[in-house]
């Protein structure tokens, strides 16, 4: 019986987080930003980008969870197969908007 209760709380909790996703980042925003300020990398792959809808290179980056990628989109980061500059590059756009970009990408890659 506990493990049913453990299944039950877990599968709680990625129900709120999902839901926690839908309310904190906007997709539909996203792709405005995104098409600004993201496609011209992840269209392409320039540097190292995973491309737009590319399960097989998403699927190790969903699997770190939103937020990290929002993160590490916000600050910026380097890793074996290419860069992310910090917000894309565009120093303009707020937190809230490569959070919604990122949610866009997600979206359409999963």
Not at 37 to 61: I, V
Request: proline fraction near 4%.
């Amino acid at each position: 019986m506990s493990r049913f209760v453990s299944a039950a709380l877990v599968g709680a909790a990625m129900l709120v987080s999902g839901n926690a996703f839908a309310a904190k980042y906007d997709a539909a925003a996203g792709k405005a930003v995104y098409e600004a300020s993201c496609a011209s990398c992840h269209k392409t792959g320039m540097m190292g980008a995973p491309k737009t809808g590319d399960k097989a290179a998403w699927a190790p980056r969903l699997g770190q969870g939103i937020d990290v990628m929002v993160a590490k989109s916000i600050k910026g980061f380097k890793g074996p197969k290419g860069m992310m500059p910090a917000k894309g590059g565009n120093t303009k756009l707020t937190d809230a908007q490569v959070g919604n970009a990122v949610a866009y990408l997600v979206s359409v890659s999963k």
